[in-house]
């Protein structure tokens, strides 16, 4: 049986059960440069408290998307999936900001950097990425991103760690990210297009899965700055497992408990965890209009299990 890397270490591909597919821990937090804007200690309590809230509502692993520019911590997130008692699987990538350092890069120097977090360790601890993740939003696919998504392409076909992507899919960016991963000849069943489920033309989005990648239906419940609502994103849904997609979807939420400032009161309780909308009512939803139970089974745990495994599975 193969495992599968963590923020803990390697974990049985059959202990990872049910998987939200794009997921954040902490993000877009600069507590690195400067912690004292922070109550770290209250920001971590939070986050506990929701993973294990999440965990309790039936939730066992979250891909967690976190690059180097949205503030990843992996020592802060180690913590956190210790003590709330859920597989975090985390990223090396770059998102839309690419540090400077980044400008002039090759590709095959970036890939290095990338397999060095999948090989050897993200920061100087001994945490290795289960994915890479890459950005890709309104500006398009530009000559400095085109660098880091064939850095992730030949990190990820020199190590069978998949990529799994952000994209801006009211304008189809998700095309030329396709495009250049069949140009660097990644094997497509190791690649995720993320934040699919903001395009409702189903055309497009068989367009990619006709490449042969998997679609993260993700931002649930969304409904923000006129993208599509949790109801749209189901009947996107639907209308891909009708036309015999399941098992190449996914569904997540891209949610991150908010950091607490410091000097703020306590965050208000009470509310349900954002973590568990898919769970209690995006799930329901699509029984409701007839998704069976095997397919809602192959997309919260079979797929996301596949597609972090790959051929060593
Ligand atoms: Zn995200």
Redesign the pocket.
């Known amino acids: 049986m193969a495992t599968v890397e963590t923020v803990l270490g390697p974990v049985d591909e059959g202990e990872l059960g049910f998987t939200l597919s794009?997921e954040?821990v902490l993000v877009g937090i600069d507590a690195r440069i400067y912690p004292w804007r922070y109550d770290l200690e209250a920001t971590r309590r939070r986050a506990v408290a929701e993973l294990r809230e999440a965990k309790q509502g039936g939730v066992d692993s979250v891909i967690d998307?976190t690059t180097p520019d949205l503030g990843r911590d992996v020592k802060a997130i180690a913590a956190i999936a210790r003590d709330a008692g859920v597989h975090v699987v985390v990223a090396t990538g770059i998102w839309r900001n690419p540090p400077h350092s980044f400008w002039a890069r090759e590709p095959d120097e970036i890939a290095e950097i990338f397999v060095r977090e999948i090989e050897v360790g993200i920061d100087d601890t001994a945490v290795k990425a289960g994915a890479i993740k890459v950005a890709n939003d309104v500006e398009g696919v530009t000559e400095v991103a085109e660098r880091i998504l064939r850095g992730a392409a030949r990190a990820c076909k020199q190590t069978g760690c998949p990529i799994s992507t952000?994209h801006w899919a009211p304008l189809e960016v998700g095309r030329r990210q396709v495009e250049i991963f069949q140009d660097e000849d990644v094997p497509m069943d190791r690649v995720c297009i993320g934040h699919s489920a903001d395009a409702t033309d189903v055309r497009y989005l068989e367009d990619l899965l006709n490449a042969g990648v998997y679609l993260s239906m993700d931002r649930y419940p969304g409904g923000v700055g006129g993208r599509p609502d949790w109801r749209a994103r189901n009947e996107t849904v639907k209308a891909l497992i009708d036309r015999g997609w399941t098992e190449r979807l996914m569904l997540g939420h891209?949610y991150a408990p908010a950091a607490v400032r410091a000097g703020a009161p306590a965050p208000a309780s009470g509310e349900r965890t954002r973590y568990l909308f898919v769970s209690e009512v995006a799930i329901p939803a699509l029984r409701e209009v007839g998704v069976t139970e095997e397919a809602i089974q192959t997309m919260m745990r079979e797929v996301p299990r596949r597609f972090l495994v790959g051929s060593r599975g």
């Open positions: 794009h954040h998307l952000h891209d």
